[in-house]
């Protein structure tokens, strides 16, 4: 079955640590977003990408980057620049426009600090 | 930009009818989206409408749009316990859009259903 898989499911970060979000799908899909989600909050983009090597920031890239070398994987790097990394990280795929584009989602990383 | 609201709490008794609301400003929009989430997990694509319909029925579920007042509501029929989670409203721009592809999302609406 075709899907979109984040791991790990839990991950714990230490003081001026990097840690690394991954995310692969085998939908088939260009795009690939991450979104960050704090409790009682909806989603806020953090970077997204239409085509493999290339990326853009979302709302909230600062203390965040990603690479896009291969269509299937956007992993995600929290950095220690990121001072409140604790939150609920999502990755989403979806086709290209002008295709109907309805995001394909992971069930999640939860980060939270040591 | 573009923005998306909803109203953040919703509570009704098992067996009614549960009405979502989601008002959003981008005219242009041309897909409107509603997921589900349940805790602890990611978004779920519920259902969908295109911004030339008025009204999708799928099963339980009834999606409204009124373009004029750009404003969409979800509809579930005798609402169960296990429709309790939160529903995200979203809209995607036209394809000529420069943000082509990126959704909007609401801040999503928390549904208790009582028993």
């Known amino acids: 079955d075709g899907g979109i898989t984040q791991s790990p499911k839990y991950l714990f970060r230490k003081e001026g640590q990097n840690v690394t979000l991954s995310c692969e799908q085998n939908l088939n899909h260009d795009a690939m977003y991450w979104y960050r989600q704090d409790p009682g909050q909806g989603l806020r983009l953090i970077y997204y990408?239409?085509?493999?090597?290339?990326?853009q920031k979302g709302d909230i890239a600062e203390g965040y980057s990603v690479s896009r070398e291969k269509k299937e994987s956007f992993p995600l790097t929290v950095t220690s620049a990121q001072k409140n990394p604790t939150a609920f990280y999502l990755c989403?795929?979806?086709?290209?426009?002008?295709?109907?584009?309805?995001?394909?989602f992971g069930d999640g990383t939860r980060l939270s600090i040591l | 930009g573009e923005d998306v609201e909803q109203s953040l709490f919703l509570s009704v008794r098992e067996g009614d009818s549960s009405v979502i609301n989601c008002t959003y400003t981008?005219?242009?929009?041309?897909?409107l989206y509603w997921y589900k989430q349940e805790p602890g997990a990611g978004l779920q694509l519920l259902t969908y409408i295109f911004s030339n319909m008025d009204m999708k029925q799928d099963q339980r579920l009834t999606v409204l749009l009124n373009k004029k007042d750009k404003h969409l509501s979800l509809r579930i029929a005798d609402t169960q316990t296990g429709d309790s989670a939160i529903y995200f409203c979203?809209?995607?721009?036209?394809?000529?859009?420069?943000?082509?592809?990126?959704?909007?999302f609401g801040d999503g609406t928390t549904l208790t259903v009582k028993p």
């Open positions: 990408s239409q085509i493999v090597n290339d990326f």
């Open positions: 989403a795929s979806s086709r290209n426009p002008p295709d109907n584009q309805p995001q394909h």
């Open positions: 979203a809209e995607t721009p036209p394809p000529i859009n420069t943000n082509a592809g990126k959704s909007t």
């Open positions: 981008d005219s242009s929009s041309t897909y």
